[in-house]
């Protein structure tokens, strides 16, 4: 963790009696956000604390969700995506070496390249692939933070909320 990252580890039925929120509540507003269209997306971006980030990541994100939806009904399975699972894969894709992607994921990154790109997978789609992603997670972060600000004092968590809003960096939320 760098110096100006924070992290935060809760049990999972700490949000809703604190006031602050579900999961699902914050993936909603990320997946609300991301459905957007791509004009729209940018002019919005554009006037808010997101200038910079391109309509690639907002579609990797989507792409991600209905890559964990399908593979969930590959296995016959009903679950509830939330923006924690999008991210997880995000994180996968953001931290590989630019260049050389890893054998194991080569199967995945074509199916992201092939949706994002309409095109075979090259090393200069994976290297976009991971600059797309390491934008949309802080685009996830950001959205998670802006989403804990809605309750600036939440029930029994004064110095959560106080630490929430001196941070300017990183802000890993983990739950049990």
């Known amino acids: 963790m760098s110096n100006n990252s924070l992290a935060f580890l809760f049990g999972s039925g700490i949000s809703i009696p604190s006031g602050l929120g579900s999961v699902e509540n914050i993936t909603e507003e ?3 956000f991301c459905d957007k269209p791509e ?41 509830k995506i ?17 260049d050389l992607p890893p054998a194991a994921n080569i199967e995945f990154l074509k199916v992201i390249c092939n949706e994002l790109y309409d095109g075979n997978f ?16 802080w685009f996830i972060q950001r959205k998670v933070k802006e989403f ?4 600036p004092n939440p029930k029994g968590l004064d110095l ?4 929430i809003a001196s941070v300017t960096g990183q802000i ?3 739950t049990l």
């Open 30 to 32: 990320i997946l609300s």
């Open 39 to 79: 004009d729209e997306l940018e002019r919005t971006c554009k006037s808010m604390k997101y200038p910079y980030i391109s309509s690639e990541s907002f579609e990797l994100i989507l792409i991600l969700r209905k890559y964990i939806e399908d593979n969930y009904k590959k296995l016959s399975i009903s679950y």
């Open 82 to 98: 939330t923006y924690e699972d999008i991210y997880e894969l995000l994180e996968i894709l953001s931290e590989r070496d630019f």
């Open 122 to 137: 090259t090393m200069t789609m994976f290297r976009h692939i991971c600059k797309a992603a390491e934008h949309a997670k």
């Open 148 to 151: 804990l600000d809605i309750c």
């Open 160 to 163: 959560f909320s106080t630490l």
């Open 172 to 174: 890993d939320i983990l």
